[in-house]
C-alpha cells in the first residue's frame, strides 16, 4: 500500500469510525514493519502511529471519575489501575515495571503526558498489545471505562486491535521516554540541537601598588591560546578557556 502524506493519513480522528481507526492503524504498522533499523524518534511514521493508536484507545472512552464530564478521564487511567487486578492469580512484571517507570518519570504530570509516555516504554518493552489484553479479562472493567461504540468493549474490533499492536512488538524501537515534557502539547519529538556559545571578554584591571579594580570590560574577538603579553604595567592573559584578561 502506498503511503499517503500524514494529513490524509490522520483525518479527522476524533470523527472516524472503529473500522476507519483500525484501518487506519492497519497502515501505519505495514510502514512501520518496512523498516529495516530500529524505529527512534525521528522516525517519519513514529507520530502518525502513536496518534492513530491513542485514537483507538480514546475512541468511546468514559469519564467515570471526571465531574459532569469536565474533567476527562484518560486512557492512562485504567492503564495504571491494572496493577490492582491479577488475572488467575497472576500479574504481568514487565508491564507493573512499565507502570512505575511513567509514575516516577518527573517530567510527566498530567494523565494524558503519561498515558502517552506509557506507549513509547510499551513499545520499547514489547507489551503494546499488553494492557489491553489484561483489560479484555475482565468484562466489568472493561464496561467501567468504554461505551459500547468503543473498539476494546466489541469483540470484533477488539481482537484485531489486539491482534495488531501484537505485530508492533515484531518492530524494534529505541525511544526517548526519560525526556518527554512536550508530551502534552505533541507527539512529535522537538529537533535537539546542541549549540556551544564562546563569550570572550576582555576585563582591563588598574592595578596599583597591591590593589587592583576593574578599569573595563568588552567583548574579545576571537579566542586565544593560553599565553599573556606585556605592555608597559599591564599584562594580558588569553586563556584557552577563551577568556581574556588585561591587568
Not at 36 to 51: K, P, S
Not at 146 to 166: H, M, N, P, T, W
Request: proline share 2%.
Amino acid at each position: 500500500m502506498m503511503a499517503t502524506s500524514r494529513s490524509n493519513l490522520l483525518r479527522s480522528l476524533n470523527d472516524c469510525t472503529c473500522e476507519q481507526i483500525l484501518q487506519e492503524l492497519k497502515v501505519v504498522i505495514a510502514l512501520l514493519q518496512q523498516s529495516t533499523q530500529r524505529v527512534e524518534d525521528d522516525h517519519i511514521y513514529l507520530a502518525a502511529f502513536c496518534e492513530v493508536l491513542e485514537a483507538a484507545f480514546t475512541k468511546g472512552l468514559k469519564s467515570p471519575n471526571s465531574l459532569f464530564g469536565i474533567n476527562k478521564d484518560s486512557y492512562w487511567n485504567w492503564i495504571v489501575s491494572l496493577d490492582q487486578y491479577y488475572f488467575n492469580n497472576k500479574h504481568n512484571p514487565v508491564l507493573q515495571k512499565a507502570i512505575e517507570e511513567v509514575t516516577s518519570n518527573r517530567q510527566v504530570h498530567t494523565p494524558l503526558s503519561r498515558g502517552r509516555c506509557f506507549i513509547r516504554v510499551a513499545l520499547n518493552a514489547k507489551i503494546i498489545s499488553v494492557p489491553v489484553e489484561q483489560l479484555a479479562k475482565n468484562h466489568k472493567l472493561t464496561s467501567y471505562w468504554y461505551g459500547a461504540d468503543s473498539i476494546i468493549s466489541q469483540d470484533e474490533y477488539k481482537k484485531l486491535l489486539i491482534s495488531l499492536l501484537f505485530e508492533v512488538t515484531a518492530v524494534d524501537f529505541s525511544l526517548n521516554y526519560q525526556h518527554c515534557s512536550f508530551l502534552d502539547e505533541t507527539w512529535i519529538i522537538p529537533v535537539r540541537c546542541l549549540f556551544i556559545l564562546v563569550f570572550l571578554f576582555v576585563v582591563s584591571v588598574i592595578s596599583e601598588n597591591s590593589s587592583a579594580a576593574i578599569e573595563n570590560i568588552r567583548h574579545a574577538s576571537l579566542p586565544c591560546r593560553s599565553s599573556y603579553t606585556s605592555s608597559g604595567n599591564r599584562k594580558r592573559l588569553f586563556s584557552s578557556t577563551g577568556w581574556c584578561f588585561t591587568w
